[in-house]
């Protein structure tokens, strides 16, 4: 059995980075950027007036003048004027060029206009270059605004949007199915018979890989016979870039997914980690590179791999750049698991009044449990080395609902 570090090294080391595609900017959705971003002009690209208003020579402000004629307007969106007499102002609008020979704008709230005069009021403070936004001086062309590896959120659009990017390579959703395995399980639209459940692994993956914006998503189930499950899923192979199955990894007399993905030529790379919950997860990779990731198929086990191996690893083969984005948690008390291993525990989050995000744990009744595991926001990985966990140490979390862009 490997550690749940060695566990993440081996399906790193086994990744390759999902194919690119162009996206329109009207497809937009959730993607991750895979070229560098420049900027294709000065930004502001002229000197940009910030308040509406009127723009003035700050020289004759500072000789003393207080009133100043009214030559015309300068809007938004039309070519740069220039003020005839220093003299005089301009009115000018917010998001125009600032007219020719005008260094200072003074907003509406602290001048009146009458007869074609802006009067200043007496009091007012007027410093040189006020109210400007200058050409440049936010980026300078070829200043790099956007470095591949970022999830497009607003903020990106609107960057994209200004350079002209009107299609943009990001990263490709991988086709994904999520295969449950069991004669015991029913479709969610069935009664089940006393010894039977209904499915629910298979909603609970594909919930949080929607979440996690891969959307490109199947789900199929395959009872427990050996022969079908090979041919199912050697036809699946074909179609997908991603297996992740749910159920039969275990050592149980119908547990054939190990055993039928090694005949499909997925090869093994690892089976079972020195964790609980979650110990018979299985990975592999097939010839052409395709990821099979067995999850073991109690409800608490299946969701726990799913967020502590399989999201990361897909996020990395879109190109995501994850570096600094583990996030951490306080224990809010002690807790002792005295087996020799990893132990994952579900736990509900609160912040402190200093800033500091609180881990409480849930009580469940093992990974069956996994009704349990809606009073949770996610769960902390308590190192396999101590079997003492403080109150007031930190650890590392993996969240339901992900994290940080
Ligand atoms: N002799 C041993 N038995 C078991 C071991 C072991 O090490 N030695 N490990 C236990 C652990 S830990 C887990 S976790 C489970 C994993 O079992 P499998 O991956 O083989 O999964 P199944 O046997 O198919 O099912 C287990 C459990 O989960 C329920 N299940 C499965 N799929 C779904 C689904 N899609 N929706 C809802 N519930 C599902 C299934 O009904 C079973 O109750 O093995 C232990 N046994
Ligand atoms: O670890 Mo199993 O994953 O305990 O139920
Ligand atoms: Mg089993």
């Known amino acids: 059995m490997i550690s749940t570090y060695e566990a993440e090294k081996a399906i790193a080391s ?6 690119s595609q162009l996206t329109q900017i009207e497809e937009m959705g959730s993607h991750v950027l895979r070229e560098d971003i420049f900027a294709d002009r000065s930004y502001p690209p002229f000197n940009r007036v910030a308040m509406d208003g009127i723009a003035i020579a700050f020289d004759q402000f500072r000789a003393g003048r207080r009133s100043f004629i009214v ?4 809007k938004a969106g039309s070519p740069q004027l220039k003020l005839q007499n220093q003299a005089n102002c301009l009115e000018a609008m917010t998001g125009a060029s600032l007219p020719e020979s005008c260094d200072t704008v003074i907003p509406y709230e602290q001048i009146e206009i009458r007869q074609g005069v802006a009067y200043l009021g007496a009091a007012i403070n007027v410093v040189q270059g006020q109210n400007i936004h200058g050409k440049g001086s936010d980026y ?3 200043d790099r605004l956007l470095s591949k590896g970022r999830w497009l959120r607003s903020p990106e659009w609107s960057i994209l949007a200004s350079v002209g990017k009107a299609s943009v390579k990001t990263s490709s959703s991988p086709r994904i199915a999520v295969v449950s395995t069991g004669d015991e399980l029913v479709p969610v639209d069935q009664v089940p018979e006393a010894h039977q459940i209904r499915m629910s692994n298979s909603w609970a993956i594909k919930a949080a ?3 996690h914006d891969f959307d490109r998503v199947e789900i199929y189930h395959i009872p427990d016979d050996e022969r079908g499950l090979e041919s ?3 036809d699946l192979l074909l179609k997908v870039d991603c297996l992740i199955l749910t159920g039969g990894v275990s050592r149980g007399k119908f547990d054939f997914v190990p055993q039928v993905l090694e005949r499909l030529q997925v090869d093994k790379i690892f089976h079972r980690i020195k964790q609980k919950p979650g110990k018979p997860m299985w990975f ?3 010839p052409e590179g395709k990821l099979v990731f067995g999850l073991p198929g109690n409800p608490v086990s299946t969701l726990v791999c799913l967020h502590r191996y399989v999201i990361p690893a897909l996020q990395e083969g879109l190109g995501l750049d994850s570096s600094g984005k583990q996030a951490f948690a306080i224990l809010a008390e002690d807790v002792v698991f005295k087996k020799d291993l990893t132990y994952f525990l579900p736990v509900r989050l609160r912040w402190s ?5 609180v881990a409480h744990p849930i009580q469940n009744n093992g990974s069956g449990d996994f009704a349990a595991l809606s009073a949770s926001d996610g769960f902390l990985e308590l190192p396999q080395e101590n079997e003492y966990h403080k109150k007031g140490e930190v650890f590392p979390l993996y969240l339901w609902q992900g994290g940080l862009a």
């Open 71 to 74: 030559e015309g307007c300068q």
């Open 284 to 286: 592999g990779t097939n």
């Open 140 to 142: 300078s062309t070829g």
């Open 232 to 234: 199912r899923l050697g």
């Open 353 to 357: 009044r200093d800033g500091i995000i």
């Open 209 to 211: 890989l929607n979440i």
């Open 14 to 19: 086994a990744l390759y980075t999902f194919k």
